[in-house]
């Protein structure tokens, strides 16, 4: 899965990177999206656009036509000039039929129905859609507004001595509560086969992010993660097909 499309190569979250992730044969994107001052849904990861602009604003303050007005390629270089924010609907519009899209909820629970609204009206099968939120109210709500659509939860994860945490056991827990169908755990290199296990024996899906490293990219492949999300994704698929 590439992370913001092949943001390795290309300004992140715009149509140019997840086009090159196509082109270089990913199965899935992930785009991260945030609810703009005047309700559009726009696909950017930071709160505040300086990072990508040079203006310190914060998206859920400004319009789409105020953000549709800057550049947020250049600051990749010089041949992403003139690259513009990409909206949901935009990105719902280059998945190709057999690919997969996996939108991270970058706002609160407040996005939702307009989320909802632009996937019904989209040509986009359910089945190539995976929601995911760090955020266990977006999670909760997702499922109980639209329980036929797969929303995974995501979690970092710390370990010391080998002791991850959260334990599976807690991590578990909140999946229950919310009713998440998955995981999508930060890939720490201690990850161990009995921790997927634990999450994939009680019937969730288990994911990983964000991994550019081959060797961990393998082992958590051989461990039964259902997704790598990288920043280059033609380094992965080219050592996970060497396997
Ligand atoms: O796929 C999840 C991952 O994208 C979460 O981290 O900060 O890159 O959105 P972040
Ligand atoms: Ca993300």
């Not at 190709?96 to 609160?108: A, N, T, V």
């Not at 955020?135 to 797969?150: G, I, S, Y």
């Not at 990850?191 to 060797?215: C, K, L, Y």
Request: proline share 4%; hydrophobic share 45%; charged share 25%.
């Amino acid at each position: 899965m590439a992370h913001r499309g092949a943001s390795a190569y290309a300004p992140e979250n715009t149509l140019p990177s997840f086009e090159l992730a196509w082109e270089m044969g990913a199965d899935a994107i992930e785009g991260d999206f945030q609810l703009t001052v005047d309700g559009h849904v726009v696909c950017v990861h930071d709160y505040s656009i300086e990072r990508y602009t040079g203006i310190d604003r914060r998206v859920v303050e400004m319009t789409l036509s105020e953000l549709r007005a800057l550049d947020f390629g250049s600051w990749k270089g010089g041949e992403w000039i003139g690259v513009s924010i990409a909206t949901l609907e935009e990105v719902l519009s280059i998945v190709p039929s057999g690919k997969m899209l996996y939108l991270e909820i970058k706002s609160g629970p407040e996005i939702v129905p307009e989320l909802l609204k632009q996937v019904a009206k989209a040509r986009i099968k359910a089945e190539q859609l995976v929601f995911i939120s760090f955020d266990q109210a977006v999670v909760t709500r997702l499922k109980r507004e639209a329980p036929e659509l797969v929303v995974n939860w995501l979690v970092s994860l710390e370990s010391n001595d080998g002791v991850i945490s959260p334990a599976p056991k807690e991590l578990l827990q909140v999946l229950k509560l919310t009713g998440a169908d998955g995981i999508g755990v930060e890939a720490i290199p201690d990850i161990s086969a009995e921790f997927v296990a634990a999450i994939r024996g009680g019937g969730w899906a288990f994911h990983v992010w964000t991994v550019d490293q081959v060797a961990l990219a393998r082992k958590l492949a051989q461990f039964g993660s259902k997704s790598i999300t990288t920043n280059k994704p033609d380094l992965i698929l080219r050592a996970l097909r060497r396997d």
